[in-house]
């Protein structure tokens, strides 16, 4: 239970205005690595919970949005432990690599003509100067597999090492990489049909 | 047909080596094959630049000032508050 003491005399923190502050940033936080709406926020509800219970842990040496990220964090990856494991079993190199060859010739691994990537037209510039491109990377993001997403997400959003996603995803080193390289041929090829 | 011929047309393996040369590092064995790879395939070299975009761009996909935040709906921000100041007042 918590420890009321330390919840009237920490000075460094004040949960009072923690929806106000930090509800909106941690509930996107949530939602672009887990997809799901109600979940996410169930998970920033739990994290503020879980926050008031650890309050005296809070030293003041982050900021306090920091440290909030990093319990909600915390919780996301467990949701990615619960979505993958059912994954894990069935993700072998064999089908993903079946899966492929909508990708790329079977015999001599050339690309097949529909899926020859074209440019976009915006690699030259300023990315993030488009907001409509970006909306449409998240859509791409969303419709990921959950365990690609995990992993992909990990890696490129929260840089982690390739050791600890597959410890914490318990996915192989190999499939690691096929995860990773099937994710962005279908990441890519998203973008390219919505945005051309 | 050699290896570094067979690398040489290849797509499907190139594309994976620009996505390990993205996050990890490549043998010098890989860079060589990778290089051959690109000196011949246009294509290769577009879904190279675009991979390197994509993974910028998710990078920066949550930095709060880049970011179209999402909004919490307030109903359910209300409820929130109403928990932290429950458990705040309780003593």
């Known amino acids: ?196 | 047909m050699d290896e570094l011929t067979k690398i040489a047309y290849n797509c499907r393996k190139a594309t994976h080596l620009i996505e390990k040369k993205l996050i990890d590092h490549l043998t010098l064995r890989e860079k060589l094959e990778l290089k051959i790879h690109l000196a011949g395939c246009s294509v290769c070299r577009v879904f190279e630049q675009q991979s390197t975009l994509i993974n910028k761009m998710v990078r920066d996909l949550f930095h709060p000032e880049k970011i179209t935040e999402l909004k919490l709906d307030e109903e359910y921000k209300k409820q929130m508050q109403e928990r932290i100041e429950e458990k705040l007042n309780k003593h």
């Open chain 1, 1 to 196: 239970m918590s420890n009321n003491n330390d919840i009237a005399t920490n000075v460094l923190t004040e949960p009072g205005k923690w929806v106000a502050q930090y509800a909106d940033y941690l509930y996107t936080y949530a939602y672009t690595r887990i997809n799901d709406e109600d979940l996410a926020k169930d998970l920033v509800q739990e994290t503020f919970l879980a926050a008031l219970e650890k309050l005296d842990q809070f030293k003041g040496n982050s900021s306090e949005r920091t440290w909030l990220t990093a319990i909600l964090k915390n919780k996301v990856i467990d949701v990615y432990r619960k979505k993958s494991s059912a994954f894990a079993q069935k993700t072998d190199v064999a089908e993903a690599e079946r899966e492929q060859q909508d990708f790329f010739d079977h015999n001599d691994g050339h690309w097949n003509v529909e899926h020859r990537p074209k440019a976009f037209g915006i690699e030259e510039q300023d990315p993030l100067i488009n907001k409509e491109f970006n909306y449409i990377l998240q859509k791409c993001l969303q419709k990921l597999p959950a365990l690609w997403l995990s992993v992909f997400t990990m890696k490129h959003m929260d840089d982690q090492s390739t050791d600890v996603i597959c410890e914490e995803l318990r996915v192989s080193p190999s499939n690691f990489w096929v995860i990773i390289h099937r994710t962005k041929l279908n990441l890519r090829a998203c973008l390219q049909k919505n945005w051309i």
